[in-house]
């Protein structure tokens, strides 16, 4: 019973070996992979600053007054029926 109960524990000592091993490499990639990035693919300050949506000339898109009638219908709709309906 003894050699069972040793090897339960090398099994369970190597199983917990290889995830902290793998987790820890798996660290070290993450932060290489952000250094790399951040090193080689950066925008400047300036060229960050100056592309703002106004300048652009990105117009907002909104809903027609159609959808809005058709929408505000639908919950009028909706509000009638449930307040209409025996509970």
């Known amino acids: 019973m003894d050699s069972l109960i040793s090897q339960g524990i090398n099994l369970a000592m190597f199983g917990m070996g290889t995830v902290f091993v793998f987790l820890t490499l798996l660290i070290f ?3 290489l992979m952000s250094y790399l990035i951040n090193r080689f693919w950066t925008e400047s300050p300036d060229s960050a600053m100056s592309s703002t949506p106004n300048q652009l ?3 907002p898109v909104g809903p027609s007054r159609q959808a809005i009638a058709i929408i505000t219908a639908a919950l009028r709709e909706h509000r009638r029926i449930r307040v ?3 509970r």
């Open 29 to 31: 990639a993450t932060q």
């Open 84 to 86: 209409d309906r025996p």
């Open 57 to 59: 000339n990105v117009s």
